[in-house]
């Protein structure tokens, strides 16, 4: 967008136009930034089970 200036805001000038408008009502539809951001927080929650398993194994 900022490469284009001025014309990347114009209808059929450039891509990036049509990808800004575009994204505008796909980011309503997916929720607020703040759900949007727990959703993306609980999908990166850690996995110790590999971590559990050889800790485990070890102190039998």
Request: hydrophobic share 40%; charged share 15%; no cysteine.
């Amino acid at each position: 967008m900022h490469i284009f200036g001025g014309s990347g805001y114009l209808v059929d000038e450039t891509p990036p136009g049509s990808w800004w408008r575009d994204m505008k009502p796909a980011r309503v539809g997916g929720g607020t930034d703040a759900v949007l951001w727990e959703l993306v927080a609980a999908g990166m929650a850690p996995d110790y089970s590999g971590y559990e398993s050889v800790i485990g194994a070890s102190s039998a």
